[in-house]
């Protein structure tokens, strides 16, 4: 087995053959865990590696309690209301493990949880009515996700946020402008989708926006709108309401966490559900406007 037993040498990498000896597999059933993303490995030079590191805390992962229980990286769509939530988890697990918050967009939460590099990924693709079955059939485009389960958060109002003193009526129709400056999101964020899917009902040429400038968040656009370097951009009225725009609505939207079913029974996992049911998180989306805080916390079908 020299030169085949991981515990042997000081490879970083493991082959096919050497990752199956250590886990006492076969070799086909190591192509299955890597083709379902339930492993990791990266492929170079045409044949899969499996980092040894990575390999033991996935082992440790998966064994009973996990050992990053203790851990919560929400990777995903940007929310107030969620970020506000996470802080306050943050905050009362301070001495234990990380508690973090990655906004980077709807696909980009789905790619870190299909990658492990994040806990949970909260999404949102199109309108509510259509949640069920849009939400369902974006999670099917990434490794692992046979081990996923969909939980609601919010209902949300999705709209255009405007700068402070634009003078806009406060109708799509008024959106149609040309000489209205754009903040534009990164393709596969929620938001975006959102504004090209509703613009033709609601007579806005998104093919025809004047862009100035791209934001890779909600609030990093809501930011950018504050200080007068666009106009309007799309996005919710709660980061509207956070930042003391004006807002255009276009529609309803489901806001969904996405999640390992392991990961729904942890405590962190609770703890967060707990604190969005909290009566000053109730507050605060009532200051914020735009929430139905309804399904909280059910599971999709």
């Known amino acids: 087995m020299a030169g085949e037993t991981p515990a042997e040498g000081d490879d970083s990498y493991l082959t096919v053959k050497q990752v199956a000896r250590y886990l006492h597999l076969n070799e086909k059933k190591i192509y299955a865990l890597v083709q379902e993303g339930r492993i990791p490995a990266t492929r170079a030079t045409g044949k899969w590696l499996f980092p040894r590191r990575l390999v033991d805390e996935w082992l440790l992962e998966t064994a009973h309690g996990g050992a990053l229980a203790d851990r919560l990286i929400v990777a995903g769509s940007d929310d107030p209301l969620l970020a506000h939530a996470i802080s306050h988890l943050a905050a009362e697990t301070a001495q234990g493990g990380p508690v973090a918050y990655c906004p980077g967009g709807t696909r980009a939460g789905l790619r870190m949880l299909s990658l492990?590099?994040?806990?949970?990924?909260?999404?949102?693709?199109?309108?509510?009515?259509?949640?069920?079955?849009?939400?369902?059939?974006?999670?099917?485009?990434?490794?692992?996700?046979?081990?996923?389960?969909?939980?609601?958060?919010?209902?949300?109002?999705?709209?255009?946020?405007?700068?402070?003193?634009?003078?806009?009526?406060?109708?799509?129709?008024?959106?149609?402008?040309?000489?209205?400056?754009?903040?534009?999101?990164?393709?596969?964020?929620?938001?975006?989708?959102?504004?090209?899917?509703?613009?033709?009902?609601?007579?806005i040429p998104v093919d025809r926006l004047r862009i100035v400038q791209h934001a890779h968040s909600e609030r990093e656009?809501?930011?950018?709108?504050r200080q007068g370097l666009a106009d309007c951009a799309p996005g919710v009225r709660a980061a509207a309401g956070e930042f003391g725009l004006d807002f255009i609505p276009l529609g309803w939207e489901d806001f969904d966490f996405v999640l390992p079913r392991a990961i729904y029974f942890r405590h962190l996992f609770q703890r967060l559900l707990e604190i969005l049911r909290s009566e000053p998180l109730a507050q605060l989306a009532q200051r914020l406007g735009g929430y139905d805080l309804t399904a909280l916390g059910c599971v999709r079908a």
């Not at 656009?221 to 709108?225: D, G, R």
């Open 116 to 203: 492990r590099q994040a806990a949970v990924a909260a999404i949102h693709w199109g309108r509510a009515e259509e949640a069920r079955v849009r939400h369902g059939r974006l999670v099917t485009e990434y490794a692992g996700h046979e081990q996923w389960v969909l939980v609601r958060m919010a209902r949300r109002e999705q709209g255009v946020m405007l700068r402070p003193g634009l003078a806009l009526r406060a109708e799509a129709s008024a959106l149609a402008d040309p000489a209205l400056r754009w903040l534009v999101r990164q393709a596969g964020a929620g938001s975006q989708r959102f504004l090209e899917t509703a613009a033709a009902p609601a007579g």
């Open 221 to 225: 656009a809501a930011f950018l709108l």
